[in-house]
């Protein structure tokens, strides 16, 4: 009942219940001001995300010195409250909050693991709009993952930061409702010491601007993007601009150790990112791009127009895999992590396309190859539809999950598979998708029951029959 949910929710959130309004009966429950869930509600992250907002724009001004590591940040959020709220949280680890306002008026806050719970004078309607302005600094501490996500969120490196939060480590660097199930749009505003660049997603807003020793950089990202897509990834670049073939602005950058790779990125990202616009369909947004940092991360992430190399030059096919994520991943965002081979299973399939279009190995052998592994591999035993909260980026979930397309692609035919990747491209731009949704479209556009096919591919822990 509506009385049990409070109590929990009260108690997670570490407040106390004595000064909340009186819990209403359950046919009123509109009228009601109550805490914003600690959560999203995504079962496997319970604690990711916010619950009773939907934010729609995030304004992010931080400023950043590498000799102290320390970031000096104010975040200005703008929201809509999807219930009644008494109070709501936020995501932040570690930093220090100085200052919590709402609509101009301070608000009280408390701090608890991971949650910033946010209690405004007055409570906030549903539905009503509200823009919290959050003041914070210290030395950002990225997360670091014993399972098989390594580290994550704002890195340090020795000229600056390589920020790259996927899955969750968007607040190691700001306040944020830090879930792919809310995209919002941003602006940056990242200040850095003379002679330093800053990268974040989206266009450059004007020309940076230099006072006093320090640099300031203005970004925009005007398409909606989920938290752990964002960056303001610093330090020392060289940097290459211009259009693709057909018209995309695109932008690559190197660490200066990375030199040797500049033109090659540039080439490779614009004749990609063109290629991509006629397999998908249109490119969805502003730019293109890609950054090669001095980071030995260990792997790349899909940052939002600007795909970031974590210490290596990457090869045309990594750059195929980061650059096919800005459809699917990126403009069509998964809702719930489980569902992460919709981005990985896709970017990697995307990968032997890549491959095949340049006369190497073909997307069949790629499947062959991968097919002859014997019933004891542990591909196997994972089904890659249902990614697993603490091993979330197993090979299955990339490469089993690319071969359930290719499974797909022979059960329907070239035609309607191409068509149906750009249908679902098209149909879901900007927007959320699940699993069973990519399963219906393919079964209505071929007029095949496809269950036992995905079921075999996705779902069981063993290898599916030929
Ligand atoms: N999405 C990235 C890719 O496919 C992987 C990100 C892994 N994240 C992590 N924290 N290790 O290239
Ligand atoms: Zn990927």
């Not at 003041?135 to 790259?164: C, W």
């Not at 897509?229 to 610093?234: D, G, K, M």
């Amino acid at each position: 009942s509506g009385v049990v949910a409070l109590v929990v929710l009260g108690s997670v959130v570490g407040c106390s219940l004595t000064d909340e309004p009186t819990p209403p009966a359950v046919h009123h429950t509109e009228a009601a001001y109550r805490p914003g869930a600690p959560g999203i509600g995504d079962p496997d992250f319970p604690d990711d995300g916010n619950g009773g907002y939907d934010v729609a724009h995030y304004d992010l001004d931080v400023d950043y010195t590498p000799a102290t590591r320390r970031l000096e940040g104010v975040a200005t959020i703008r929201a809509a409250a999807t219930q009644g709220l008494s109070s709501f949280n936020l995501d932040l680890a570690g930093l220090d909050v100085r200052k919590v306002s709402l609509d101009g008026k301070s608000a009280t806050f408390s701090r608890r693991g991971d949650e910033l719970t946010v209690r405004p004078e007055r409570p906030i309607d549903a539905n009503d709009e509200f823009t919290v302005e959050v003041t914070y600094d210290g030395v950002p501490n990225p997360a670091k993952d014993t399972g098989n996500l390594g580290t994550f969120g704002f890195m340090p490196t020795s000229d600056g930061a390589f920020v790259a939060s996927e899955p969750d480590g968007s607040k190691t660097w700001f306040p944020s409702n830090d879930h792919p199930a809310d995209k919002a749009t941003y602006a940056f505003e990242i200040t850095v010491p003379a002679g330093l660049t800053a990268l974040a997603n989206g266009e450059q807003v004007g020309q940076p601007k230099t006072a006093g020793g320090k640099t300031t950089f203005r970004w925009r990202e005007r398409h909606p993007m989920a938290t752990y897509l964002a960056t303001a990834t610093l330090g020392k670049f060289e940097l290459r601009q211009g259009k693709t073939a057909s018209g995309i602005p695109t932008l690559a950058a190197t660490d200066p150790a990375f030199k040797s790779g500049l033109d090659r990125l540039y080439t490779s990202t614009a004749e990609i990112t063109d290629h991509w616009a006629k397999v998908f369909g249109p490119y969805p947004f502003s730019s293109t791009g890609g950054v090669i940092d001095n980071y030995t991360a260990g792997y790349a992430l899909e940052n939002q127009t600007k795909p970031l190399y974590g210490g290596f030059d990457p090869d045309e096919v990594i750059v195929a895999h980061e650059l096919a994520h800005q459809w699917f991943g990126n403009s069509l965002t998964i809702w719930r992590w489980k569902d992460l081979w919709l981005n990985e299973g896709f970017a990697t399939y995307a990968e032997w396309m890549w491959s095949e279009h340049k006369g190497r190995k073909t997307v069949e052998e790629f499947f062959t190859e991968f097919n002859n592994r014997p019933d004891s591999d542990p591909m196997w035993s994972y089904p890659p539809g249902r990614a697993k909260p603490d091993d979330l980026f197993n090979q299955s979930v990339y490469t089993r999950g690319g071969m359930a397309l290719h499974a797909l692609r022979k059960a329907i035919g070239d035609e309607t598979f191409f068509k149906l990747l750009r249908t679902w491209a098209a149909e879901h731009r900007y927007g959320h998708v699940t699993t069973e949704k990519f399963i219906d479209l393919a079964e209505r556009m071929s007029g095949k029951d496809l269950n036992p096919l995905f079921d075999a591919w996705l779902f069981q822990p063993r290898k599916p029959a030929a």
